[in-house]
RNA sequence: GGGGUCGUAGUUAAGCCUGGUUAUAACGCCGGCCUGUCACGCCGGAGGCCGCGAGUUCGAAGCUCGUCGACCCCGCCA
């Protein structure tokens, strides 16, 4: 139906007549030419209805209206002199049409295809045109491009790629499962992958040695801007390997994918930093590197205090942490209003001190000694103008308030290098973590992961006890996580015991993989890229769904099909399903 | 489960704080004119349950309460 893409015309077709097909992105009518923008997929070209030309061509191009569908013929030429376009690689040139006809028709559009303001609920309920504006066009087909860096990449590699069930088994310590009822078993469910973990490490028992698969996860849990109930990983298990052969063949992946995105190399290996460094300098297990405003302990200085707010916290084995902001003008106001943000995370309070040019000011400056102050302008080596702001209580929330006070200051005070991409990896994580829900420790990767050294060296320290596990973070946002699996039943039942997994649970949870390390099962490790995530910050956008042709909204409904929805009585009862509307 | 922002022609916004005649603009849409535009231009026109429901009031787009929807955040997300 075409001779060549809209784009793609160039000065070897001048003189030659060509068929094009596309749509009307625009018209424009001077009574006697009318020029129309042809578009597709591969850009814009010009077509210049003449009624010196074909009368008739221009007679029916006054018909033409936005997004209509046609197919043109005519012969390509360079434009005049002075009516070039340099805005569009193909405008230099033009076509004067000599047929055409109407292929399809378009309503009036609910939203223009040039208007950058559309509310986003309405570009997700006409997702279709939405796809016809350049940007969002760019970002799937950046997003195939990925699809194929991957693909090449691991391949060279000598990984294989394998398909694993969507039909699965709920995987343990999980999020939420996404349920599928079935029909041929009353009463049972299938779940929804939340990842393909117990599978993947099935194909390395059955030896493949290296396993990839862009796979779609499913987690029924609340969403967020990075989160979606439906999301692709780029999962990927090998055999024979430890923590470094694992990062060293993420990190050339990440690089390829990098280069392809962003058009220029990655400088690695990539910068790594210990869990617990994380946590006390950043308050977080992803910290974002743009900036630096670390978190300096200075407990220690205040060891003798007669300060009651310090002297409570050390007494109660607490933490004193600062953050000092360097070369800005801090209005009462703004201080005022870190105090009310960190109240409203959940601190009992934040103490802010400014360094003036005759000592340190600040309402709680009287209780402290002369020592303490000069200990504390010395450690945070303070400056005429600097604020130090700080916050004593229990470690762990000192971190996490401090942290996420932090990233506010970074944002409010501009600190953040927006165009810039750090990557870093979070290594040593602890194997353990404390549920407060479940009032026990369960394993914070996953509890397949091996421990460093062994586990039967543990010696009842849940919390210093560390996992070969490790994140890849990119300014302040996890996109990608994995691990060393325990690959001897013993060393894995083991884990169940400290996890207070009782054996027969876990045989019948996934007792398929336990039989599997029985059986000549070999050390295996691997890591899981959030694909769409990866996509979102290497491309620049605010939001994951920017980068899922058919995102679903925050409560998880898809406005273009309109699901979830209501089913008909007739298959409840097949899956003898009754909706009782109240809560259980 | 909790906190917050938003909802006004097809679209994007103004008006709301301080209630009062016919709810304003731009883009789009419809009609007319125009032979070098590319966000074409010029003239004219149509288009509104002010998300929905109660309440307050002589009178509500504007105040109050509820509700629905979209978004952001906390919890949650191994």
């Known amino acids: 139906m075409r001779d060549k893409y809209c784009g793609k015309v160039c000065t070897d077709d001048i003189g030659r007549t060509l068929t094009l097909s596309g749509w009307i992105f625009r018209r424009r009518d001077h009574g006697g030419l009318i020029f129309v923008d042809l578009r597709d997929v591969t850009g814009i070209f010009q077509v210049v209805f003449s009624p010196d030309i074909s009368p008739e061509a221009h007679e029916k191009a006054g018909e033409l209206k936005q997004e209509y569908v046609i197919q043109v013929t005519g012969k390509v030429q360079k434009r005049p ?20 006809e109407i292929l399809n028709t378009c309503k009036a559009l609910p939203f223009q295809l040039d208007e950058e303001d559309v509310s986003e609920s309405l570009r997700l309920r006409y997702r279709y045109l939405d796809m016809r504006r350049p940007l969002v066009q760019k970002a799937f087909l950046e997003r195939s491009k990925a699809y194929k860096v991957i693909r090449d990449y691991l391949a060279s590699c000598g990984f294989y790629e394998f398909e694993t069930p969507f039909l699965t088994k709920s995987t343990p310590e999980g999020a939420r499962d996404f349920i599928v009822p079935s029909r041929l078993n009353t009463g049972s469910f299938y779940a929804l992958p939340q990842s393909p973990q117990l599978f993947k490490q099935i194909l390395m028992i059955g030896g493949f040695d290296r396993y990839f698969q862009i796979v779609r ?117 703004d201080l005022d209003t870190a105090v009310e943000i960190t109240k409203e995370m959940g601190a009992g309070g934040l103490i802010w001190i400014r360094k003036e040019k005759d000592g340190l000011q600040s309402p709680i400056v009287k209780y402290l000694k002369d020592n303490e102050k000069t200990a504390m302008i010395e450690r945070l080596d303070l400056s005429d103008g600097d604020v130090v702001f700080i ?37 040593d994580f602890p194997l353990f973590e404390y549920s407060d829900e479940d009032k026990r420790f369960v394993a914070r990767h996953h509890p397949f992961t091996s421990p460093q050294g062994s586990i039967k060296d543990f010696t009842g320290d849940y919390e210093s006890f560390k996992a070969k596990a490790y994140d890849l973070v990119l300014n302040g946002v996890e996109i990608g996580g994995g691990s060393i699996r325990n690959y001897r039943m013993d060393d894995q039942f083991e884990m169940f015991k400290l996890l207070n997994i009782k054996e027969d649970d876990a045989i019948e949870k996934f007792g398929f993989l336990l039989e599997a390390l029985e059986m000549g099962a070999p050390p295996h490790g691997g890591l899981a890229f959030g694909f769409d995530r990866i996509l979102m910050m290497l491309l620049g956008l605010e939001s994951i769904r920017d980068v899922i042709p058919f995102p679903k909204t925050q409560k998880g409904t898809c406005l273009l099909s309109g699901a979830p929805s209501k089913i008909p009585q007739k298959q409840l009862n097949e899956l003898r399903i009754r909706v009782t509307g109240e809560q259980q």
């Open 81 to 100: 002199v002075g009516t070039e376009n340099a805005g569009i690689p193909t405008g230099d040139f033009e076509m004067y049409a000599t047929s055409f």
């Open 217 to 333: 996860c499913f987690r029924d849990e609340d969403l967020r801007a990075d989160r979606q109930p439906e999301f692709t990983q780029v999962d990927i298990e090998m055999s024979f390997v430890d923590v470094d052969d694992v990062i060293g063949l993420c990190e050339g992946l990440v690089a390829a994918m990098y280069e392809v995105l962003r058009g220029e190399p990655l400088q690695i290996p990539i910068k790594r930093m210990a869990y617990s460094e994380a946590m006390e300098r950043f308050g977080s297990d992803k910290p974002d590197l743009r900036f630096e405003l670390p978190m300096v302990e200075i407990t220690d200085i205040f060891q003798e205090t007669d300060f009651g707010v310090f002297k409570k916290t050390i007494g109660e084995n607490g933490a004193i942490k600062s953050i000092v902001l360097k070369g800005k003008t801090l209005s009462r106001k």
């Open 391 to 427: 916050m004593s209580d229990t470690r762990n929330k000192v971190n996490d308030i401090m942290g996420r006070f932090r990233l506010y200051l970074g944002e409010k005070f501009e600190l953040i290098a927006k165009d810039q991409f750090r990557f870093l990896w979070i290594v």
